[in-house]
């Protein structure tokens, strides 16, 4: 079975840091590209980043460039995404997903929650 | 960037109906499309991918169609299960682009 367990996620101040984990299991994941999607409070569905197999390769939305790094470990089956100078509108639960083209399994979510 | 857009944004239905959702995209994405549901607290379920593959273990009441701008999800015989909101996802140059959204409602 293809397990996806997210960690991470707080309330945390304007300008703080945070690092988001995804901890796969029940697949060979370093075969696969993955990628981190958020949904702000009673809003629709938004990409933030996506990384390839040997993390060579990553891509973000312009809203997070140069704060956001989504990184992983194939050692660990894990997916990594570094938030820095956060700010109130990156509020939201943030999901890990399996896929390049589209996600086919997604992690539970974790919330992240910017406020002074 | 291409902008993905659906409707209806509301949809009223009952369990039995036939319903069809649209995605518009802002450009031409071939059949670069996924779907989505997604129940209230969990996370967004596949159920399409390039636009008209049924996802393993989707029932076959999901169908989608479509390419080029155009795109389509029925769902053929509505279930109390499929009383949720519903995305389209596109897929182009290394980066995703979600509609905003269809909530299926019991009528």
């Known amino acids: 079975e293809v397990q996806l367990v997210q960690s991470g996620g707080d309330l945390v101040q304007p300008g703080g840091s945070l690092r988001l984990s995804c901890v796969v299991s029940?697949?060979?994941?370093?075969?696969?590209?993955m990628t981190w999607v958020r949904q702000a409070p009673g809003k629709g569905l938004e990409w933030v980043a996506t990384i390839n197999q040997d993390g060579t390769e990553h891509y973000s939305v312009d809203s997070v460039k140069g704060r956001f790094t989504i990184s992983r470990e194939n050692a660990d089956n894990s997916v990594f995404l570094q938030m820095n100078s956060l700010r109130t509108e990156d509020t939201a639960v943030y999901y890990c997903?399996?896929?390049?083209?589209?996600?086919?399994?997604w992690g539970q979510g974790t919330l992240v929650t910017v406020s002074s | 960037d291409i902008q993905m857009t659906q409707s209806p944004s509301t949809l009223s239905a009952s369990v039995g109906d036939r319903v069809t959702i649209t995605c518009r995209a802002s450009q031409t994405i071939s059949d670069w499309l996924a779907w989505y549901r997604q129940k209230p607290g969990e996370a967004p379920k596949l159920l399409i991918y390039r636009a008209s593959t049924l996802e393993r273990g989707v029932p076959s009441r999901f169908s989608g169609s479509g390419s080029g701008t155009e795109f389509t999800l029925t769902i053929s015989g509505l279930q109390p299960d499929d009383f949720a909101t519903y995305y389209c996802q596109q897929y182009n140059s290394y980066s995703w682009g979600f509609g905003q959204g269809t909530k299926v409602e019991i009528k």
């Open positions: 029940g697949i060979n994941f370093g075969s696969y590209w």
């Open positions: 997903a399996r896929g390049r083209d589209y996600g086919d399994y």
